[in-house]
């Protein structure tokens, strides 16, 4: 059993910047692969980034440029570091990782964008 904890979000205005966390607890972490995951409102549940185990990261074009995904082995801690932040990101970011194709999420942290 793998458990993920998120926190970082938040209300922020366009152009802030946010970084949330995602803690993991209970399985191997150094051989797991993330994804953070959003949902915005009326919206299906989208990949944003993604991180394997030995450091490559993908991310969704929507966010190229402006969020980096990153990983703390020695705190089993996944990162979403977020800039330039705009209305449309507005979302539940969620934490992911699907070891051995079990899909194990974490409880969600809302982050809105708005002026």
């Known amino acids: 059993q793998v458990q993920l904890v998120e926190s970082g979000g938040g209300l922020v205005r366009p152009g802030d910047s946010l970084r949330l966390s995602c803690a993991a607890s209970g399985g191997t972490f150094t051989t797991l692969t993330f994804g953070w995951f959003r949902q915005g409102p009326g919206k299906e549940r989208e990949l944003v980034a993604s991180i394997i185990s030995s450091g490559p990261t993908n991310y969704a074009d929507s966010v190229k440029g402006r969020f980096t995904i990153s990983r703390d082995n020695a705190k089993n801690t996944v990162y979403l570091q977020m800039n330039s932040l705009k209305p449309e990101d507005t979302a539940v970011y969620y934490c992911?990782?699907?070891?051995?194709?079990?899909?194990?999420w974490g409880q969600g942290t809302q982050v809105t964008v708005s002026s």
């Open positions: 992911n990782t699907n070891p051995a194709k079990k899909n194990y």
